[in-house]
Each structure stands twice: as C-alpha cells, then as structure tokens.
C-alpha cells in the first residue's frame, strides 16, 4: 500500500514527550518473611495476574517537563535542531514556505538554498516548499527576508512539536460507523484494545512505529478491553504518524502534510494532542481544514497557568482541551485562557501502551483531548462547516447541563468523565 507524501527525509522527526519521560520497570517492593519452608517471597508474587498488565512507574512532574525537554532536545541534536529566536525548537537551517512566489524562491536560491521538498498538500490544494539553507546560513534571517519580500506568502522555521502529558457525552451504538483522525506517533495497532477498531495507517513510508504516546492517545479514543475503554470504543481510526522513530519531535511540514491526508480521507474531526510554538504554515494547514468544515482538537499543553499560549490548541476555531484530576479539578500544570473549550479526564487514569506491561498510567492534557475528539467524531463523521458549529454546540450544552457557557479553567465544562480507568481498578 502506498502512503501519500511521505518524505523519508523527515526520519528526523520525532519521540514524544511523554514517551521520553515514562519508565517501564516495576516498582520495587520489599519482600515478606513467611513461616515454614517458603522463606522471604517479594510481594510481585503474591499480586493477582490483572496487576502485572499496569506500569505503576511514577510520572514526571508536567509543568516544566516540556520546557526541560525543549532544551535537552536543543543539547543532544546540535546537528538537527536549533532554536528559532523565542528559543523554540526547529530543525536547523529549514524554510517552510506556503504558496511561495517566484520572487521569493529565486532569493532564496541565490542566497544558497536548496529545494528539499516542493509538493502540493493532498486535499488542501496548497502548495508546500521546504528550503534548506547552507551551512552557516541563519535561518532567522532568510525567514524575515522571503517574508518581506512575499507578503502573501508564508515562511516561517520547520518547527517541531512534542506531546503534551506523560504516560508512565453520548457514545455511539456502533462504533464501527464512527471515523476520527489521529495526528501523533505511531500507534500499536496490535494491541488488544484496538481488536475491534479498523485503522488506516500515513507516513513513515508505509512502516508501523509503535509509541506510548500515539498508543495511549489511540486507546483513549477507539479502545476497548476488559480492562479500559475509549470514548468510541471499535470506531475507525485514521492515524498520521509524524514522528517515525526519531528522537526530536514533529515537524511543522509533518503535521500539515498529515492534515492534508486527512482532508482527503474526509475525516470530520481530528485530535492533535502536540504542542509547540505558533507557526506561519501550521497555521494556514488548520485555517485551511476549517474552511473545508473539519473540526481539530487539540490539548492545551501542560507549561502551567500563566504560560503563554501553545498551539495547534491556541489557533482560533481549534476546539481546546484540558486536563481534570477525578475530582473535576484543572490540573495544576494545564494551560488556562480562552482557547480551553472544554475538559475530561487527564489524570488517575490508564491507558494503553506497546509492549509488556500493555497498560500504563498517563498524565496531561494529552490524554483529554483525545476524550473530546472521540465524542465530537461522533456528532461530525465527515466535514461539514455548519455541522461542526452544531457538534461543538451540543457538546457545549451538555458539558454546562443546557447551559454554553466557558470559562478559562474548564471551558463549557467536564465531559467523558466515565472514559477514566484508574490505577486502583488494576490491582
């Protein structure tokens, strides 16, 4: 099977950051003298079997997990990222350029820039120029150059974008009949949870590269076990890889051509539980599936309350998510501002994960957004403007109890609240 645009190159592209941070062993425990012949037992053996399925590997402090992972990224790949001048990770010396003009691409290739990529997105009929720069070239510079150069244009760095959480409503009769799109790492379509949920693959040329966070966002959404379930449970996922293995992040050029593919699947909603800075061409790519009635949603990302704000979520018309603890309380580390629309579960909780343990805890607001995406997909199973507006309205008005009120903590409220699996359900 073929994928659509799917550019080897971008092999540089991407661990999220909640896989970055999760940890696999068991957790420690001291070991119990016993009378008789059996002598000291570790308390592993004496656990019911369903306690083995759990990763109970404590999870990292989120609210400045991003940024201390933004700098390590920085730190460990010199050679294929550097920082744009607000000190956001890009891979170094690339120009993302939209619907360039020749003006501008004879500048830059008379200032030493090379074409790496030059496509038209699939389904948004825009075109796409990556430029690479020569050695030495600064980045910032030429961004500013074809800017002023081409006002019509965008050109901005190839930023990349990690998870947003750390893993250590109606539902629909039939799940089969609802569709939603995935925009993460790879998603480990092997595991149970996905025995009954039909999904279609894009990128990393045609390879599966499983990862906890693509996994667990996927669970979240269209799993169904004995032991979670999504909030479509056995609904068809079309899932965007756009990291492929590597250890750096999602490019801004990754995202968008994933976008595209989406649009032409006709997926009604789409979940991107990444965050990073704005960014010229991501933000045409999602001005661009809103004209064409798609509805994103996107977690809010965890740097704290008086962070600034992070997108895809920030983008106007994105649908918003944050994270609440079992009470209904924000997550002390969840963003908050206008572009929090709505809340679910993101803390106490378990999802999938590839591998042994198969079950991890999970953290942020990485794992609600999913939650929103799933009841959304289930009010809009294919682009429609006017039925988007309606989706997030009847999602809106059921959050607030009839009322479509937001606020900047919870938005127009709580919804998904019984998707949440806790840790203690495993033991």
């Not at 306690?51 to 997990?65: I, K, Q, V």
């Not at 629909?172 to 996905?194: E, I, K």
């Not at 992070?310 to 963003?335: F, H, M, N, W």
């Amino acid at each position: 099977m073929k994928f659509p645009f799917v550019n080897m190159r971008v092999a540089t592209v991407a661990v999220l950051l909640g896989a970055a941070a999760s940890a696999h062993a068991q957790l420690g425990l001291p070991s119990l003298p016993l009378p008789g012949r059996i002598g000291p037992v570790g308390l592993d053996g004496l656990r019911r079997p369903v306690d083995r399925l759990l990763d109970r590997a404590p999870l990292p402090d989120l609210g400045s997990l991003r940024l201390d992972t933004v700098k390590q990224l920085l730190r460990n790949h010199p050679d294929q990222l550097e920082a744009d001048p607000r000190g956001e990770p890009a891979l170094r010396g690339e120009v993302l350029a939209w619907s360039p003009s020749d003006a501008a691409l004879q500048a830059a290739r008379g200032a030493g820039a090379t074409i790496v990529s030059d496509d038209v997105l699939p389904g948004l009929g825009d075109r796409m120029v990556v430029l690479r720069l020569p050695a030495g070239a600064s980045t910032a510079a030429m961004v500013e150059r074809l800017r002023a150069i081409d006002p019509d244009g965008s050109y901005d760095f190839n930023h990349v974008y990690t998870g947003s959480g750390a893993a250590g409503g109606a539902r629909a009769g039939d799940g089969a009949a609802v569709r939603v799109g995935l925009v993460d790492s790879g998603v480990d379509g092997d595991h149970p949870v996905f025995e009954d949920a039909a999904i279609t693959r894009w990128g990393c040329g045609g390879q599966a590269v499983p990862a906890p966070h693509g996994t667990a966002v996927a669970a979240l959404m269209v799993g169904r076990s004995d032991h979670l379930h999504g909030a479509a449970p056995g609904a068809s996922l079309y899932a965007a890889d756009v990291y492929c293995g590597s250890p750096v992040g999602g490019a801004a050029d990754r995202i968008a051509a994933a976008l595209g593919w989406l649009d032409q699947q006709a997926v009604g909603v789409v979940n991107i539980s990444l965050v990073g800075p704005s960014n010229a061409l991501l933000a045409r790519a999602v001005a661009a599936m809103q004209a064409h009635g798609h509805l994103l949603v996107a977690a809010v990302g965890n740097d704290g309350p008086a962070a600034p704000p992070l997108y895809p979520a920030s983008y106007p018309g994105v649908v918003g998510v944050t994270g609440v603890d079992r009470r209904g309380k924000p997550l002390p580390e969840a963003a908050r501002g206008p572009q929090v629309k709505f809340a679910a579960p993101g803390s106490q909780m378990v999802s999938a994960a590839p591998g042994t343990p198969p079950y991890r805890q999970v953290r942020g607001t990485s794992f609600a957004a999913p939650i929103v995406a799933a009841l959304l997909a289930q009010r809009l199973p294919r682009p429609d403007r006017a039925g988007a507006a309606r989706a997030v309205d009847a999602l809106a008005r059921e959050a607030g109890h009839g009322q479509a009120v937001a606020n900047d903590e919870i938005g127009y409220g709580i919804v998904g609240a019984d998707v949440r699996t806790d840790p203690s359900d495993l033991r």
